[in-house]
């Protein structure tokens, strides 16, 4: 079945990095723009990041820009999201989650979800 | 960057109620919204996009209409499995920005 899995969260200190990675199964995964979407504890959903297929469109919310960098590997199945100069605003659930279309670039819409991975940022 | 702006921010109602939450754009988004719901502890969930239309397996209770920067989303009769915070999202353009969420529970 379609499945995503995200991995690499943990705790971290102010102004280290973390990668995280979401695993992709049962679909092709090389024809999907992918996204990452993260949650505060007890907040709203905040969309991070987006790549298209083949990944060369890559987009950041302004919270992100200069300090994220999401890439994909379609040999492995796998999307990644690097975090630098981590912030303790930036303690969440990270989601990936698949765009609903397929082929036809980022639509912004996204119909699968990973059960995510937390990150926590704290001295 | 255009902020999506729901009300009311949390609600309770009876089995059975008609239940509407409402979704404002800052700016014309035409009818690129989407409708999320995220039951407690569980992952988000697409229920309806391009504002009308109910993704495949959502049951037909629910509804979704507006266009431009008005929007809202219906449960006819609402069921205790509907208890859950629901989400409107622009998508027309990047960024893909969410409502700040309103959490539906049972009275």
């Known amino acids: 079945q379609v499945q995503l899995v995200e991995s690499g969260g943990g705790v971290v200190q102010p102004g280290r990095s973390l990668r995280l990675s979401c695993a992709a199964s049962?679909?092709?995964?090389?024809?999907?723009?992918m996204y990452w979407v993260r949650q505060a504890p007890g907040k709203g959903l905040d969309w991070v990041a987006v790549i298209s297929d083949d990944g060369s469109d890559k987009y950041y919310a302004d919270s992100v820009e200069g300090r994220f960098t999401i890439s994909r590997d379609n040999s492995k199945n796998t999307l990644y999201l690097q975090m630098n100069s981590l912030r303790a605003e930036d303690t969440a659930v990270y989601y990936c989650?698949?765009?609903?279309?397929?082929?036809?670039?980022?639509?912004?819409?996204?119909?699968?979800w990973g059960q995510g991975t937390t990150v926590t940022v704290s001295s | 960057d255009i902020q999506m702006t729901q009300s009311p921010s949390s609600l309770s109602a009876s089995v059975g109620d008609r239940v509407t939450i409402t979704c404002r754009a800052s700016q014309g988004i035409s009818n690129f919204l989407a409708w999320y719901q995220q039951k407690p502890g569980k992952v988000p969930k697409l229920l309806i996009y391009a504002a009308s239309t109910l993704q495949s397996g959502v049951p037909s209770r629910f509804s979704g209409s507006g266009s431009g920067t008005d929007f809202t989303l219906t449960i006819s009769s609402l069921q205790p499995e509907d208890i859950a915070t629901y989400y409107c999202?622009?998508?027309?353009?990047?960024?893909?920005?969410f409502g700040q969420g309103t959490k539906v529970e049972i009275k």
């Open positions: 989650s698949r765009d609903i279309s397929v082929g036809v670039g980022i639509t912004g819409l996204m119909d699968v």
């Open positions: 049962g679909f092709t995964f090389s024809r999907f723009s």
């Open positions: 999202q622009k998508y027309n353009s990047a960024p893909w920005t």
